[in-house]
């Protein structure tokens, strides 16, 4: 997925499944917060595998105008990443159930069955390098 404009602050969501698992990833803008999902389309109730907070609109010194937006899949589908304006702000790594974001939040752990520890979403440049 490429090419995808949009303004923080103006209510967007994306999404892009990867191409060989069943597994989705979406990003949601809702006036207030950005936000990135990990989702397992196999499952009918609560899809959402991990949230990961990319950013408050209030905070983004750029919000006034477009923004490009990109979720890419690694080529075997177990890895995504989330790219505004090509930088990578999140990823997903569907096979060691880990996500990492810039801003290191929720860092709440999450009880809800089948999610992922969420309790550390530190980011790690390793987490990209699979994009290189």
């Keep these: 997925m490429s090419g995808q404009t949009f303004k923080p602050g103006d209510n967007a969501f994306f999404a892009s499944d990867s191409p060989t698992h ?14 990135f999902y990990a989702l397992d389309l196999d499952r009918s109730d609560n899809m959402i595998l991990d949230a990961l907070h990319i950013y408050n609109v209030a905070s983004v010194s750029d919000r006034d ?26 990823t997903f790594d569907f096979a060691a159930r880990q996500g990492r974001c810039r801003t290191n939040f929720p860092t709440v752990p999450n009880a809800a069955p089948g999610c992922w520890d969420s309790s550390d979403h530190r980011w790690s440049d390793e987490a990209t390098a699979w994009l290189k």
């Design 65 to 90: 105008g477009e923004s490009s937006l990109s979720i890419l899949w690694s080529a075997d589908g177990i890895k995504c990443a989330l790219l505004i304006n090509g930088y990578p702000h999140a």
């Design 22 to 35: 069943p597994h989705s990833a979406s990003f949601e803008d809702d006036g207030d917060t950005g936000y």
